[in-house]
């Protein structure tokens, strides 16, 4: 069923809302797909934070336009699916893990911000560590040296007491 031009205007503002809060866009092609494996898809999109949808590229076409994933517009032929996503690397993971399951999803390309990716590079962005990931390496990295500190600190008084209580025991046993 077709839209009306008032319900075409209300989607491409819907997707432009999604894509002013974006930093990456992922296409894929989903011909073939079942809607039990479509569910399944979606259902991880949405755990991982990421806006899935399947849309008219005429419609995608302008809702990116003007916006830094204009560059995209080339790419966006076929019947395609749309994975949008906040973190850089979310929707570049979720696709690409679906389709490493899946044969019948085939990655087309994507987006960041004034940045256009082909396949490989969808992939590549895909076997990067996600925001959280990369934020706990850095927390623990900078712990590091402050935990070994206390530690080294804390042994000084640990020692001192073990030697104390050898002495104490070295005395008891003499008498």
Known sequence: MSLNRQ???VVIEE?????AKAQSIVVAEYRGLDVASVTVLRKQARESGVYL???KNTL????VAGTPFEGLSSQLTGPLMYAISADPVTAAKVL????????????KGGALPNSVMNVEGVKALASLPSRDELLAKLFGTMQAPVAQFVRTLNEVPSKFVRGLAAVRDKQEQAA
Do not use: C, M, P
């Not at 995608?60 to 809702?63: C, T």
């Open 60 to 63: 995608a076409r302008r809702a």
């Open 15 to 19: 997707i432009s809302a999604q894509v």
């Open 7 to 9: 319900e075409k205007s």
């Open 53 to 55: 949808r399947v849309l």
């Open 96 to 107: 690409f893990d679906f389709a490493k399951s899946n044969d019948k999803l085939v990655l």
